[in-house]
């Protein structure tokens, strides 16, 4: 099984709006609504801050929210902060009893 | 607060068997609502999923290493265990011992610190 497809890179200024792709295939991202996105700073273990495409766990800020359409799910950061740049990774369970991870995608803010 | 901790070698010979053990304080590991388990990142890559454990035993693994490895649990002393055997400089990476919430995509809840094991002879 492939990795999930994320840009590598995307940027935005404070207070800006950025989404990041996640794209899979119906064996996974557009077969079932179990995506998970995390977030990772250097030298520090990922933190999940969407669950099940759209679920936010306490503690993580409403600026960040999930959807998903068909086989691309997203994640979309509002009102960016400087805390936010970071790493973002995708997963997705499967139709085969596993779990999934993209890439992972580097966010700048300007 | 439930904790994770990993413990093992951070060194092992290529050919030879990576052994790995995860000590889950603070809660019980016989968690109706959690899966345990094991993901690594090579330095500088993106995470990788190895496998998952429940408290009463399904296993679930990553087809690319299922050859390889084995996750086992031992309820009497709450912790869970990694083997990857036949290890090569590919398995080179930081290993971090996980607590997945049992919903659909099984989400990552509880991090150990991680622990770096270099495959080298």
């Known amino acids: 099984q492939s990795a999930l497809t994320q840009p590598a890179s995307v940027s935005g200024s404070p207070g800006q709006s950025i989404t990041i792709s996640c794209t899979g295939s119906?064996?996974?991202?557009?077969?079932?609504?179990?995506v998970a996105w995390y977030q990772q700073h250097p030298g520090k273990a990922p933190k999940v801050v969407i669950f099940?495409?759209?679920e936010r766990p306490s503690g993580v800020p409403d600026r960040f929210s999930g959807s998903k359409s068909g086989n691309v799910a997203s994640l979309t950061i509002s009102g960016l902060q400087a805390e936010d740049e970071a790493d973002y990774y995708c997963?997705?369970?499967?139709?085969?009893?596993?779990?999934?991870f993209g890439g992972g995608t580097k966010l700048t803010v300007l | 607060q439930v904790q994770l901790q990993e413990s093992g070698p951070g060194l092992v010979k290529p050919s030879e068997t990576l052994s790995l053990t995860c000590t889950v304080s603070g809660g019980p590991i016989r968690s109706s609502s959690h899966y345990w388990g094991w993901i690594r990142q090579p330095p500088g890559k993106g995470p990788e999923w190895i496998g998952n454990?429940?408290?009463?035993?399904?296993?679930y693994y990553n087809p690319s290493l299922k050859s390889r490895v084995t996750v086992s649990v031992d309820t009497s002393t709450n912790q869970f265990s990694l083997k990857m055997y036949s290890v090569s400089a590919r398995d080179t990476a930081i290993y971090y011992c996980a607590r997945h919430i049992h919903t659909g995509s099984w989400p990552v809840d509880n991090w150990g610190q991680g622990i770096l094991v270099t495959v080298s002879s």
């Open positions: 119906s064996r996974d991202v557009g077969g079932y609504k179990y």
């Open positions: 997963s997705s369970y499967t139709s085969i009893n596993t779990l999934l």
């Open positions: 454990i429940y408290h009463s035993g399904p296993t």
């Open positions: 099940d495409v759209s």
